[in-house]
């Protein structure tokens, strides 16, 4: 009912910077709104964790660990989020995927969550 599309992970140095973008479109319908938007992590052998989250009234919310270097954003016109990553360590290194809760699609409009594929970011000299 929903396609979700991340990109913008790549290979950067420590230092660097990365902004990962999620794009969801409807494929039988039409989305009619995102409650929230967000972006979680999962390093090789660790649980997945909350990075950054973006609610459709503004709220954001970020892991202490990424708080001062990574800025969540939405373009609601677009069904998009962004995450912009500066000052990238080594330990950020992971799997990161985009999660919409409570996207409202048309004709139903009822609500599902969905997650997207995962794209690898990897921070490394």
């Known amino acids: 009912q929903v396609q979700v599309v991340e990109s913008g992970g790549g290979l950067v140095q420590p230092g660097g910077s990365l902004r990962l973008s999620c794009a969801a479109s409807?494929?039988?319908?039409?989305?009619?709104?995102?409650?929230?938007m967000g972006w979680y992590r999962q390093a090789p052998g660790k649980q997945r964790e909350l990075v950054a989250t973006?609610?459709?009234?503004?709220?954001?919310n970020y892991a202490d660990s990424v708080k001062g270097r990574f800025t969540i954003s939405r373009d609601n016109a677009k069904n998009t989020v962004y995450l912009q990553m500066n000052s990238l360590k080594p330990e950020d290194t992971a799997v990161y995927y985009c999660k919409l809760d409570r996207v409202v699609v048309t004709p139903t409009y009822h609500n599902y969550d969905y997650w997207g594929q995962g794209t690898q970011v990897t921070v490394s000299s």
């Open positions: 409807g494929t039988s319908g039409s989305i009619v709104s995102i409650s929230i």
């Open positions: 973006h609610t459709s009234g503004g709220t954001t």
